[in-house]
């Protein structure tokens, strides 16, 4: 797992860990402000790292309902394969907007 991050001196502005696997990125965690530009210029610029290094695709596995999607599609990625996610919460009800699930997240 590697990590990139966005620093204003000591402050950490946004950060996103990744693995790579022969020519796959995927980013496993994504955190800052999703309506900030320190986030469009993180992974702009991790894109281009991972491109010099002969990275064929990054991939971003979250849900659907996920805020951070809109960024995503608006950055050039597009939605693949569903995958089944199933989650158990105390609360009546819960909305799939309020889960931000990303890879990191996941129990092996």
């Not at 609360?91 to 931000?100: D, K, N, P, R």
């Amino acid at each position: 797992m590697s990590s990139f991050t966005a620093r204003r001196g000591k402050e950490l502005l946004a950060y996103c860990t990744f693995t790579l696997s022969a020519e796959n990125a995927t980013i496993a965690e994504l955190f800052g402000n999703m309506n900030d530009q320190v986030v469009i210029s993180l992974l702009h610029n991790l894109v281009a790292l991972l491109r010099t290094c002969g990275v064929a695709t990054v991939s971003v596995p979250v849900l659907s309902g996920d805020p951070r999607t809109r960024l995503l599609r608006k950055l050039g990625f597009w939605a693949r394969e569903a995958v089944l996610v199933m989650a158990f919460s105390h609360e009546a009800t819960i909305a799939g907007s309020q889960v931000m699930l990303m890879q990191g997240h996941r129990e092996s």
